[in-house]
Each structure stands twice: as structure tokens, then as C-alpha cells.
Nanobody, 119 residues
Framework: VQLQASGGGLVQPGGSLRLSCAASGSFFSIHAMNWYRQAPGKQRELVALITSDGTTNYADSVKGRFTISRDNAKNTVYLQMNSLKPEDTAVYYC??????????????WGQGSQVTVSS
């Protein structure tokens, strides 16, 4: 299973960006799709998640500003980021929890996308 992330870049405070991450390869199903981020000198943190039934959860710091969604037909997860702040600057990673078989769950990571919020 491979994850290909896209999006990211430089944006001014208050601006918007959308990240995408698509999975390819052979697997039984995707259990959950997650977005993490890691800022310089800080630990990687979970930003948002969406489960196979569409349940979502967000870090308090992004609630009301970020929206996670998924397209099951395309095995793709999106992260719409609005009202961006300088403290959102980080490398963003997609993370998939994938069932290779009904009884085997594995985790995969995308390559990371730099998001920089600066004037």
C-alpha cells in the first residue's frame, strides 16, 4: 500500500489550503484515515481523523477551521484548512489504518506536505 499526498504550500494568515492523500495498492478495506502534523522542535500530533463510517474527530486547536473528508471510491482523504494561523505551520502527514485482510490491520504513512503560514 502506498500513500501519495498533495497540496500544501505557503499561505498568508487567514488563508486556506487543501491537502489530499490517495492510497494505491491491494487491500481489503480502509479502516480510518488520519492527518498528523509535526512542527519544528515539536512532537507529531493528530490533527483530524475520519473512520470508515464517517465519524470525525479534531484536535481542539483546529476545530471549526479544518474539515476532514473522504472519498471511498478514490481511497482518498482530504483536509480542508481555513482561517490558517502561523501556528499551523508544520509538515502534515496522512496516515491510513488499512485492513490487508479482515483480520490484519496495518498502518501506512504518506510522505509529508509542508504547510507554511506566514505574511
Amino acid at each position: 500500500v502506498q500513500l501519495q499526498a498533495s497540496g500544501g504550500g505557503l499561505v498568508q494568515p487567514g488563508g486556506s489550503l487543501r491537502l489530499s492523500c490517495a492510497a494505491s495498492g491491494s487491500f481489503f478495506s480502509i479502516h480510518a484515515m488520519n492527518w498528523y502534523r509535526q512542527a519544528p522542535g515539536k512532537q507529531r500530533e493528530l490533527v483530524a481523523l475520519i473512520t470508515s463510517d464517517g465519524t470525525t474527530n479534531y484536535a481542539d486547536s483546529v476545530k471549526g477551521r479544518f474539515t476532514i473528508s473522504r472519498d471511498n471510491a478514490k481511497n482518498t482523504v482530504y483536509l480542508q484548512m481555513n482561517s490558517l494561523k502561523p501556528e499551523d505551520t508544520a509538515v502534515y502527514y496522512c496516515n491510513y489504518e488499512v485492513r490487508l485482510t479482515p483480520y490484519r490491520l496495518e498502518t501506512y504513512w504518506g510522505q509529508g506536505s509542508q504547510v507554511t503560514v506566514s505574511s
